[in-house]
């Protein structure tokens, strides 16, 4: 599967990933092994889109190219079927702050958003984030 | 496979350089090494150099061979390493094996690196193509951002109120500071010696919970180092300083190591492979230099390289276990939080200081009766993991 199938799915709501046909886990992102056993035996499947955040950090220096987006929330989400993925998560900054250590554990939902993409990234077309939409907020 | 020792050592004032190349840099670093060797030019073999973002902050690449010419070693392999914060580490590691088969007799290693002088921008994106540059950099995932999302997972894991942890991570940098303000060769040098915890919690947010004062700086430097076979060492200088172990491993993605990211799985594969070959336990290791580029990182490394159980890093510290009169002084040479980051050149710093320490020749902040340090030395998000072990005694 080819980097830019993952994110071309996000852009349309699902989150692909593949599943290995020798142990049954879950590979997201693609890989061309299975990131549990190595396998290339591996089957592409649209996963559940849902997941909990794990660990995030709100980011107030940029790199060149993302400075417009600043300040911005990274966050790694650990989806239902396993695996983990980095993305971004799409409340307000102040809305992150009061929540704090609280928002780790959260139910997520995934979708895919589209940025201006800068020199260096590979899709020189345009760059796109996995955002997360926090469930059960008022 | 033959002993190796180093002859010689050499590194820049760290800090900022506009007004020198990393050519410049380098052959600076090289030459104080080189005069304290004994040796003559036309003894030095192969060249292992270390550098990591010279395109984007130089706009410069195929560095090896322009290293070599400017010392006066035209003609010689030389060899540029990448490795990310750990390339001068990596070009050590290669160098000694070299030597160690018995290929070289005396090979010279070291880097040079500009962050500095590249400015917060281009460094910060410089540095970040040691994420993922795929799936995490599409975040805006940065450096500082790695290791944010480390302390926040190891809060969390270990039940420790993130404000505790971040005092805790505070004295990380208190400590270093101190130690880098007495070390000339520091960025911080005579700078930020009595930094207080509050002085660190209350520094400009960067990513959070990381503060500024719980990063490591932007940094322009050079090392070197030369290395020889035992044999010869012993023949050359009065105190050679043997290279006892020596490991490495690797790491894909954050996201593909998911929880292990505060356990640094690759650190303690590499920790481990160096313990073995020089057949010793981390007690037999009186202090270490090891890679703080965040106050968290020092913690964790503290933990994966087996000197302390997991999520009890954090204690040591608090507890001054890791100050230069304690169990186990961590970073008496600054570290990279008070002594600066040249990336590049980061790893062999790290053996110049263990090296100045074993020999005694370390005046500012002696550790008492060292008789064998260790380096640690991080490349990206655990990606290139490398430890090395000195000691002044053969095995
Ligand atoms: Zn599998």
């Given amino acids: ?138 | 496979m033959r002993d190796v020792a180093v002859l010689g050592v050499g590194m820049t004032k760290f800090g900022k350089h506009p007004d020198k190349s990393l050519v410049d840099l380098f052959a600076e670093a090289f030459f104080e090494a080189f005069e304290e060797s004994n040796i003559e030019l036309k003894d030095i073999q192969a060249l292992y150099y270390g550098n990591f973002v010279g395109e984007m902050t130089d706009g410069s690449g195929n560095l090896s061979g322009f290293m070599a010419d400017e010392i006066g070693l035209r003609g010689i392999p030389a060899i540029r390493y990448e490795g990310a914060c750990a390339s001068s580490s990596v070009a050590f590691r290669e160098a000694a094996r070299a030597v160690a088969a018995g290929y070289y007799d005396i090979v010279a290693v070291g880097g040079s690196e500009r962050l500095y002088t590249a400015g917060t921008e281009i460094g910060t994106r410089a540095l970040a193509t040691a994420v993922d540059g795929v799936y995490e950099i599409t975040a805006g995932l940065t450096f500082p951002g790695v290791f944010a999302l480390a302390a926040r997972l190891y809060a969390k894991t270990y039940e420790i109120p993130l404000e505790e942890l971040r005092e805790m991570m505070a004295m990380v940098s208190v400590k270093n500071h101190k130690y880098g303000a007495i070390n000339p060769k520091a960025q911080f040098y005579g700078k930020l010696g009595d930094l207080k915890v509050e002085d660190v919690l209350n520094s400009r947010m960067i990513s959070s919970p990381l503060t500024l004062l719980d990063c490591c700086p932007m940094t322009d430097g050079g090392s070197a180092a030369i290395i020889a076979a035992a044999d010869i060492a012993e023949d050359l200088v009065d105190t050679p300083v043997y290279v006892r172990g020596t490991g490495q491993s690797s790491a894909g993605g954050l996201f593909r190591q998911k929880e292990d990211i505060i356990r640094a799985i690759p650190r303690k594969k590499a920790a481990e492979m160096a313990f073995k070959e020089a057949k010793m336990t981390p007690k037999d290791i009186d202090f270490v230099e090891i890679h703080d580029c965040f106050t968290i990182a020092e913690i964790i490394a503290t933990e994966a390289m087996g000197f302390f159980e997991y999520g009890q890093g954090c204690y040591a510290v608090r507890d001054g276990v890791t100050s230069i009169d304690g169990d186990l002084p961590v970073n008496p040479d600054g570290g990279l939080i008070g002594k600066g980051h040249p990336v590049g050149a980061t790893g062999v710093s790290q053996v110049y200081s263990v090296v100045k320490q074993l020999r005694g020749e370390f005046k500012e902040n002696p550790v008492k009766n060292a008789e064998t340090g260790m380096t640690d030395t991080l490349g990206g998000d655990f990606g290139t993991l490398v430890n090395i072990i000195l000691s002044i005694h053969r095995r």
């Fill in chain 1, 1 to 138: 599967m080819r980097f830019v199938d993952f994110f071309n799915a996000l852009l349309e709501g699902k989150v692909i990933g593949q599943k290995c046909l020798d142990c049954g886990s879950y590979t997201c992102p693609p890989k061309a092994t299975c990131d549990n056993c190595a396998s290339r035996n591996l089957e592409a499947v649209e996963l559940s889109g849902k997941g909990v955040i794990r660990t995030f950090t709100t980011t107030y220096v940029a790199p060149s190219g993302y400075t417009e987006e600043a300040p911005y929330t990274v966050a790694m989400v650990e989806l239902d079927e396993g695996p983990w993925i980095v993305g971004r998560i799409d409340l307000p900054n102040e809305e992150i702050e009061r929540l704090g250590q609280d928002l780790i554990g959260a139910r997520v939902s995934v979708y895919g958003k589209e940025f201006p993409t800068e020199p260096f990234y590979p899709d020189k077309k345009r760059r796109v984030v996995p955002m997360f939409k926090v469930e059960g907020l008022r």
